[in-house]
């Protein structure tokens, strides 16, 4: 990171972004051509390793891109305000971001499925239940993950007066 006075380096900072935000954003590529798509997300943080979780309609170009290329870059951001300045290049936001590399996997096993599903639905709703989806629910769907390999968290705060 170019910007290391804006680096977040705290692990438990870190993931507090990634509970606190509801969007995320996956960069796919096909041929050369990006593709980015803002996504609900859930997501699991166990022995030191990230993992998030998708769901999706079972065909659409994001689903072939992933068929055909699941290497994936994520990007999360939350906390954004405009920074006013009297001069138009003085202008600024804050913002916590979080952004990071991976692999996307289909989930095929429905208790798999369902742990995906569970978690997209904590993160969006802040309860951490237990849901039931009938089974035509589950066949309706593509639940997928992201092993993430790589992240990077970064800020800038709002100046304080």
């Known amino acids: 990171m170019r910007r290391k006075d804006k680096e977040i380096t ?11 935000c509801k ?7 096909e041929k050369n051509k990006p593709y980015i798509i803002p996504l609900n997300y859930g997501y699991n943080f166990e022995n030191n ?15 072939e891109m992933m068929k055909n290329n699941n290497h994936a870059c994520f990007e999360i951001d939350c906390d954004t305000k405009l920074i006013e300045a009297g001069n138009p290049c003085k202008y600024g ?3 916590r971001s979080i952004i990071g590399f991976g692999k996307i996997f289909f989930l ?28 035509e629910a589950l066949n309706n769907v593509v639940v997928y993950k992201m092993a993430v390999e790589d992240f990077t968290g970064k800020q800038k705060d709002f100046p304080s007066n």
């Open 108 to 135: 095929e096993e429905t208790k798999e499925k369902i742990e995906g599903l569970n978690r997209i639905m904590e993160q969006q709703t802040g309860k951490k239940e237990i849901y039931e989806y009938s089974q």
């Open 93 to 95: 936001y804050a913002f």
């Open 49 to 63: 390793l990230l993992t998030l979780f998708f769901h999706s309609a079972l065909e659409g170009k994001k689903m």
């Open 23 to 29: 969007i995320c954003r996956i960069a796919l590529s």
């Open 10 to 20: 705290d692990i438990d900072e870190k993931l507090s972004i990634i509970h606190k």
